[in-house]
């Protein structure tokens, strides 16, 4: 493969990656915190969205300009 093949891969792959954070934030997270205000509190134990969300969004924004940049 070549390298605009495999960057292109990469963008979609870190998207759908994204896509599923997102939709298992959406659909199980964002239903139970009202009853749970615990789990979305780092320092009470909770979940920390942090630490998936700024890598993702890093890894995604770059490897999308350098797909665009390459295609």
């Not at 934030?25 to 700024?54: M, S, T, V, Y």
Request: hydrophobic share 55%; charged share 15%; proline share 6%.
């Amino acid at each position: 493969m070549n390298f605009h093949a495999v960057i292109l891969q990469a963008a979609m792959v870190f998207g759908a990656i994204g896509l599923g954070g997102g939709l298992y934030e959406a659909l199980l997270i964002d239903r139970a915190w009202p009853r749970l205000p615990h789990l979305i509190q780092p320092q009470r134990g909770g979940i920390d969205r942090k630490f998936f969300w700024i890598p993702m969004h890093t890894a995604y924004e770059l490897a999308l300009a350098v797909s665009l940049w390459a295609n």
